[in-house]
Each structure stands twice: as structure tokens, then as C-alpha cells.
């Protein structure tokens, strides 16, 4: 991290001389001037949402295979416990100090660099001899992720055209089905053939690799352009310091209700149904991905519907929206439970995209920080929920868990002091 942005220009070298397709949906918007392109970067959009479905997959491993791991090294769930908070740590701390110094000093080849970190865990993962290497491949899993995101999120800025939620809803749908998709491809995967087919895996992050090196050289083009911006940007009025520090406790506040009501689903759904409603492992687990896939379709249409209404509309209306259906959640049947989850998921899903915009307009030039303190607290207080609603589950029960939980949502009672910071617009 400590390398400027010239000093990385030899991993060009991985860029194959031959034209590629990726090369032909590049060309349509490598800049030509040293100002920012009018039109949206569709190309760069999907290959970072792609990138992020593949680091999102690959980090979705790690606790799908914690049966394993528990066997294999013969853990206590304390040690289970130490390996989530070493992930936790390293994915979530890190990413603002990233974000703080990407923004005084643009680094293009950073996320390859990540990844590489990802890549490196994943291999280390596969053949960890004894528990605190396992350790050390958490770490570099969860420091690759801390990379990815905050940069990720600049990159998706950079190349929306002036279309920022939906360029955020796209970069972070990537995201919502690769963590979906992980725990499949380690029950079908890797709990049948053992650790070591967690090396297969390392394909997808030479992939992802080499795409974001590709996105990399688009990047760094853009680099004059993106200063001369977040100059612009900083000079720019702002609102009074004490209201954006009042500003951001509040959407503070609403990520810890956001993020932690979703860990009672993500993390115990398929409990609940097991317990309430008998359900089989294999049938609850098909209704926690009727939800997962709710979460990806709210995400992919939370961006978009703030760039036409606005940011504080969208953040109103998808945590404290969701509020009956919460509420509804713990007194209805089976049919009737898992119809009100895919709207839960829709709808709360939906406040992320709006959320990391609608800050980053609010801090204009600090792209990369914002995004850093944004994405980190959401996966603190997504580690932070499950390990709480755990312990309280085991002492009051999984069913309660979810009655004290439907109340979360009220919190979005608090955007109601959320200040204007964007006038409504039909995009682009």
C-alpha cells in the first residue's frame, strides 16, 4: 500500500498485447480528454460487479466450511468464534484507513493488489497445517476484502456517469449473489472432497484478477480528471460541521438496524423455520435463498429509484417501510412468513446503495473514506448482530430472538432528520 500508483504500471504486463472482448467494451469508454466521460461506463460497472460476486464468493467460504474446519483441526467453538473475529477485523477496521489513503493518493492497481491478498489467503486456507496459520489466512481473506470494497465503491462512482445509486446497486449486486452462491458451492463442493478443494477456488480470484487489472488501466486514465473533481469538490459549500457529524451518527444508526435485523435472518432463518415450523434442513435452507434472492433484486433497485426521487426518500422509506412486515413476521404461518421475508429483503436491502451515496454527497471528495467507514461498520455490525442474537438466542430462544427483532426497523424514525442533500432528478 505504501507504493504510489507509477510504481505498480509493471503488473500491465498480465494485460494480454491481443484485442479481447474486454479490450472492445473498454475502448467504448476509455476517456479522451482529461474530463469525465457524460456517459455511464456500463462495461467497467459489470466487471466490477462481477469482481465483487467473486471476492464475495470467496470470502463466503470461509464460515460455510466451519463444520470442517471444527473437525479437521478439532476446535472449540471459542477458536470458531477467534477465526470470524480475525475476518472481521482485518475486513471491516482496515477499510477506512484504506479509503483515507487512496483518497490523498489514487492507487488503479490496488484492487488487483487485494485480490492477490484474497488469492493468497484462499491457497493458505486450503492447506493450513495448524490453527494459527489458519488464523493468518483469515487475515489475508478479510485484508483483500478491505481493499476491495472501499475502492471498489470510488471505481463505481468514477464510472456512473453522474448515475451514482445505480452504478452502487449495480457494484453491490455482485456482491449480494456471490454470497449467496458460496455456501452452495462449499455444500456441493468443498464439504464433499475435503479443505483442499478450497485451492480450486483460487481460479475465480486469477479471474478476478485479471479483470480488475483490466479496470485497473481505465482507472488510472481517469486519475486527472477524478483530482481535478475531488479539488473542485472541497471547495464546494458545505453543510455546518456539527449537522454532517449529527448526519452521519444518524445513518450510523440506521446501518446498525439495517444490518443487524438482517443478521437475525441471514444467520438464523433457517433455525426459526426449523424450530417453529419442523421444516428439514434442505427445505429451510431453499426459503433462506427465496430471501438471499430478494436481498440481490432490492439492492439492484435501491440505486436506481434515489437517483429519481432522491437519496433520503429511499433511506426513509426502505428501513422504516419494512416496519409491518417485521412486526407481522413472528405470528404468521409458513406460507405467510416466507412471502413477508422477500419483502423484508427487497425492501431493506434497498437502503445501502442510497445510504453510501447519499454520504459520500454529503462529504464531497472523501469518496474512498466514506465508503471505507460505511462498508466496515456494515460488516462490524453484521458480525457484531450474529454473534449477539446468538447468545441471546440461547437464552431466551430462537422465536423471541425474532419478536425483540421486528422492532429494529423503527429506528428509521431517525431520517426524518436526515438534511437535503440532493434535489430529486429523473436520470439519465
Known sequence: MAHSAASLSPME??????????????????????????????????????????NDMIQSLLPAIYPLLKESFALDFG??????????????????????????????????????????????????????????????????????????????RMASGGQHGLAQSLFQVGGNVGSAIGPLLAAFVVMPRGRSSV???????????????????????????YRAAQAKAKTAPRLPRKTIVATMVVLGLLIF????????????????LMEKFKLGAQDAQLHLFFFLG???????????????????????????????FTLLLPHANLMWTTVLTVIIGSILSSAFSAIIVYAQELVPGRTGVIAGLFFGFAFGMGGLGAAVLGQLADHIGIEAVYAICAWLPAIGLLAWFLPETDAPHQAR
Open 13 to 54: 504486463t498480465l494485460v494480454p498485447d491481443s484485442p479481447s472482448p474486454v479490450d472492445a467494451a473498454l475502448a467504448a469508454v476509455e476517456p479522451t480528454t482529461s474530463t469525465p466521460s457524460a456517459a455511464t461506463a456500463f462495461p467497467i460497472l459489470l466487471m466490477l460487479s462481477t469482481c465483487h460476486l467473486l
Open 199 to 225: 485451492a480450486w477456488f483460487a481460479l475465480a480470484a486469477l479471474v478476478a484478477i485479471a479483470l480488475l487489472t483490466r479496470i485497473g488501466s481505465w482507472y488510472r486514465a481517469q486519475v486527472p480528471a
Open 257 to 272: 438496524s439495517k444490518y443487524f435485523y438482517l443478521a437475525s435472518i441471514s444467520s438464523y432463518y433457517t433455525f426459526y
Open 79 to 156: 477458536q470458531i468464534g477467534l477465526i470470524t473475529l480475525t475476518f472481521q477485523l482485518t475486513a471491516s477496521m482496515l477499510q477506512p484507513f484504506v479509503g483515507i489513503y487512496t483518497d490523498k493518493r489514487p492507487m488503479p492497481y490496488s484492487l488487483a493488489i487485494g485480490m492477490g491478498c484474497t488469492l493468497a489467503g484462499l491457497l493458505l486456507l486450503s492447506r493450513a497445517p495448524t490453527f494459527p496459520v489458519l488464523l493468518l489466512a483469515a487475515a489475508l481473506v478479510g485484508s483483500g476484502s478491505s481493499v476491495f470494497h472501499p475502492e471498489s465503491s470510488r471505481v463505481a
Open 294 to 324: 430478494a436481498v440481490a433484486a432490492g439492492t439492484l433497485a435501491g440505486g436506481p429509484i434515489g437517483d429519481r426521487i432522491g437519496r433520503k426518500y429511499v433511506i426513509w422509506g426502505s428501513i422504516l417501510g419494512v416496519l409491518p
